[in-house]
Structure formats: structure tokens, C-alpha cells
């Protein structure tokens, strides 16, 4: 479900910016290098955790 509400929000946001003839703030490759590194941190927050706790421990 999140998935589908994910992709309603994004065409919407897409078609507001296409009624307002306003160009995206960044090129599309630049935006999906960016969303990369946005969950390859989300991912790697836990494995940090749990390699101080390890440390720690």
C-alpha cells in the first residue's frame, strides 16, 4: 500500500509542476542518485549501530 501511495503522491506532485509550467528542481538521474544515497544511508544507520554496539560490548 505504501508503494501506491508513494507513486499517487509523486504523479501529483509531478502534475502540479507540469499545470504551473515549473521545471523539476533537479535533472531525473541527479534526483535517483540522491534517492540512492537517501536509502543506502536508511540502511546503513542500523549496520553502524550495530557494529558500535558490538565494539561497545
Do not use: K, N, T
Not at 501506491?4 to 521545471?23: E, P, Q, T
Not at 534517492?35 to 544511508?41: F, I, N, R
Amino acid at each position: 500500500m505504501s508503494y501506491f501511495i508513494s507513486l499517487v503522491i509523486g504523479l501529483g506532485v509531478g502534475l502540479l509542476y507540469g499545470a504551473l509550467d515549473f521545471r523539476s528542481p533537479a535533472p531525473p538521474a541527479i534526483a535517483l542518485v540522491g534517492l540512492l544515497g537517501m536509502l543506502s544511508g536508511e540502511q546503513l544507520w542500523p549496520m553502524g549501530r550495530q557494529l558500535v554496539a558490538g565494539w561497545i560490548s
